[in-house]
């Protein structure tokens, strides 16, 4: 059984870091691409950085030079580094598949940036 367990969200003052990590059952960690996702209130949900299987990583421009992906692959764990956090960062994060698959979203971190 697939499964992705996010956490590591917390509350964060603007300019702050947090690392989310996401725990990745061992069939999808090393078949998939992986995403990081997250969903504001009252927004869709959106791509914010995710890593092939090759090792090739991409961030939406709204993260770049902020955040980082790092994996550990004795642990199936996938980390999300965040750093000078803003904001309209505030949302909650997920990982899944690259594309995300509707049977793998798991509930999500909450990450809330305050001003």
Same mark, same amino acid.
């Given at each position: 059984?697939?499964?992705?367990?996010?956490?590591?969200?917390?509350?964060?003052?603007?300019?702050?870091?947090?690392?989310?990590?996401?725990?990745?059952?061992?069939?999808?960690?090393?078949?998939?691409?992986?995403?990081?996702?997250?969903?504001?209130?009252?927004?869709?949900?959106?791509?914010?950085?995710?890593?092939?299987?090759?090792?090739?990583? @991409?961030?939406?421009?709204?993260?770049?030079?902020?955040?980082?992906?790092?994996?550990?692959?004795?642990?199936?764990?996938?980390?999300?580094?965040? @750093?000078?956090?803003?904001?309209?960062?505030?949302?909650?994060?997920?990982?899944?598949?690259?594309?995300?698959?509707?049977?793998?979203?798991?509930?999500?971190?909450?990450?809330?940036?305050?001003?």
């Amino acid at each position: 059984q697939v499964q992705f367990v996010e956490s590591g969200g917390g509350l964060v003052q603007a300019g702050g870091s947090l690392r989310l990590s996401c725990v990745v059952s061992r069939s999808a960690f090393s078949r998939n691409d992986i995403g990081w996702y997250r969903q504001a209130p009252g927004k869709e949900r959106e791509l914010v950085a995710r890593r092939s299987i090759g090792n090739v990583s @991409n961030y939406a421009d709204f993260v770049k030079g902020r955040f980082s992906i790092s994996r550990d692959y004795a642990k199936n764990t996938e980390y999300l580094q965040m @750093n000078s956090l803003k904001p309209e960062d505030t949302a909650v994060y997920y990982c899944n598949t690259y594309p995300g698959k509707d049977d793998y979203w798991g509930q999500g971190t909450q990450v809330t940036v305050s001003s």
